[in-house]
Structures are given as structure tokens and as C-alpha cells.
């Protein structure tokens, strides 16, 4: 069981940059790929990035890729989305998820456990 928390959304200007993380509980959060998706209003939930367990891969949407970097700390226990160049599409909940896999899954249905979410939204 893992449990998931995300933090360090908010409210920017487009070009502006936030970094947000997701806290896991438990002991063997290194046995976990990571991912980040989100969903606008009125949209599908959509994948963002996501990391390998050990963190030597990653993967990530054509929308963001050049603007926003995945990353994971293990002995932390966290798993961090660096966003740059915002824009004002990028609004939306991020949540985090994590799966039990070596692997690095891309669809949001391969996903065991999910955070509550965290809102970004950036203004033009």
C-alpha cells in the first residue's frame, strides 16, 4: 500500500516556473514507478512524465517535453515534476501515481495508488 501526497501547485503567470513534489509513505518506494498526469476542466485525464524506480528513465508528453523535468529522490521518498515555461494550457490538477512495476507506464490505467492532486494554473 502507498499512500501519496501532493504539494506545490498555485497560481503563476505564463513563463513562470513551479516545481511540484509528491511524498510517498512506505518502505519500499524504490520498487515504484512514478507518473504524473493531469486533467484540465472539461478534459480527459492525460499523462504528463514518469520515472523508472530507479530513476535512469523517463518518459514524457510531446506537450511539455523541453518545458517540464521528472525526477525522484528515493531516499526522500518523493517524486518531483520541475515545470518551466508555463502556459496557460498547462491548467489543471496534477496528481501523482505510483506503480509497482520496473517498467515505465504512460496510461493512466496501469496505475495502482493516486494522490488527491494539486492545482496549477497559470494566467497569460
Known amino acids: 500500500q502507498v499512500q501519496l501526497v501532493e504539494s506545490g501547485g498555485g497560481l503563476v503567470q505564463a513563463g513562470d516556473s513551479l516545481r511540484l513534489s509528491c511524498a510517498a509513505s512506505?518502505?519500499?518506494?524504490?520498487?515504484?514507478?512514478m507518473g504524473w498526469f493531469r486533467r484540465a476542466p472539461g478534459k480527459e485525464r492525460e499523462f504528463v512524465a514518469a520515472i523508472s524506480r530507479s530513476g535512469d528513465s523517463t518518459a514524457s508528453a510531446i506537450s511539455v517535453k523541453g518545458r517540464f523535468t521528472i525526477s525522484r529522490d528515493n531516499a526522500e521518498n518523493t517524486v518531483y515534476l520541475q515545470m518551466n515555461s508555463l502556459k496557460p494550457e498547462d491548467t489543471a490538477i496534477y496528481y501523482c501515481?505510483?506503480?509497482?512495476?520496473?517498467?515505465?507506464?504512460?496510461?493512466?490505467?496501469?496505475?495502482?495508488?493516486w494522490g488527491q492532486g494539486t492545482q496549477v494554473t497559470v494566467s497569460s
Open positions: 512506505g518502505r519500499t518506494f524504490s520498487r515504484y514507478a
Open positions: 501515481a505510483a506503480k509497482l512495476t520496473a517498467t515505465i507506464p504512460t496510461m493512466h490505467f496501469e496505475y495502482d495508488y
